[in-house]
Nanobody
Framework: EVQLQASGGGWVQAGGSLRLSCVTS????????VGWFRQAPGRQHEGISC????????YYADSVKGRFTISSDNAKNSLYLQMDSLKPEDTAVYYC??????????????????????????WGQGTQVTVSS
């Protein structure tokens, strides 16, 4: 069974940093693309970063580019999101997700609200990030 669990959220002042972790099990981690998503109250979920399966290429939404860094540790079956220069608008519940089908092009869909839930079929429980001004 594919399982993902995000952790590392918390409260931080604007300009601060947090590092999120996503521990996975039930699948061969380095053969799957994995994405980070977030959902703020009253807003649609937003795909913010993705790491591909083939060569571990990384992708970022414009809203976090230059501030967030996605990385993976295949030995620990874990995904990370280093978040620096945090802003109040980064406040949200953060999730990690992957699929059941080992799609090589999964990262193509992380930014599309229409396709995210269709292609990212396994989601971990979220972790709350709160950034105060």
């Amino acid at each position: 069974e594919v399982q993902l669990q995000a952790s590392g959220g918390g409260w931080v002042q604007a300009g601060g940093s947090l590092r999120l972790s996503c521990v996975t099990s039930g699948f061969t981690f380095d053969e799957y693309a994995v994405g980070w998503f977030r959902q703020a109250p009253g807003r649609q979920h937003e795909g913010i970063s993705c790491i591909s399966s083939a060569d571990r290429s990384t992708y970022y939404a414009d809203s976090v580019k230059g501030r967030f860094t996605i990385s993976s540790d295949n030995a620990k079956n874990s995904l990370y999101l280093q978040m620096d220069s945090l802003k109040p608008e980064d406040t949200a519940v953060y999730y990690c997700a992957t699929d059941h089908f080992q799609r090589a092009d999964l990262c193509r869909y992380y930014r599309s609200s229409s396709y995210t839930r269709r292609y990212f079929t396994s989601w971990g429980q979220g972790t709350q990030v709160t950034v105060s001004s």
